[in-house]
């Protein structure tokens, strides 16, 4: 399966973007699908992530909980990650991820999938 992001942009603190990260040909209802950012000198960091055996089954970074939502829908083949309230510290390259048939939920280390996308940046900034 390949990854394409794409929803990132330039936005003022308190606005909100959806990301969207579409499969290629493949359908995703077996990935496990998270959303990655990395900012400038700063480790991956995994901020959601939906386990494939279930849409419900999701976890969220500390620092976005309340804020961002994930989401798929498997007829299209794609993943969302909407952002709400967004503040100059979400400012990253966010990345989708995936990995098929994860024995557990969730993993919020990067070296556990093995699908990436190319990354869109989201700028936060007056």
């Known amino acids: 399966v390949q990854l394409v992001e794409s929803g990132g942009g330039l936005v003022q603190p308190g606005d909100a973007l959806r990301l969207s990260c579409a499969a290629a040909?493949?359908?995703?209802?077996?990935?496990?699908m998270a959303w990655f950012r990395q900012g400038p000198q700063k480790d991956r960091e995994c901020v959601a992530a939906?386990?494939?055996?279930?849409?419900?089954?999701?976890w969220y970074s500390d620092s976005v909980a309340g804020r961002f939502t994930i989401s798929r829908d498997n007829a299209k083949e794609t993943t969302f990650l909407e952002m709400k309230n967004l503040q100059p510290a979400d400012t990253s390259t966010y990345y989708c991820?995936?990995?098929?048939?994860?024995?557990?939920?969730?993993?919020?280390?990067?070296?556990?999938?093995?699908?990436w996308g190319q990354g869109t940046q989201v700028t936060v900034s007056s």
């Open positions: 991820a995936a990995r098929i048939l994860l024995p557990y939920d969730y993993s919020q280390n990067a070296s556990v999938f093995n699908v």
């Open positions: 040909g493949r359908s995703l209802s077996s990935y496990t």
């Open positions: 939906n386990s494939w055996r279930s849409r419900d089954r999701v």
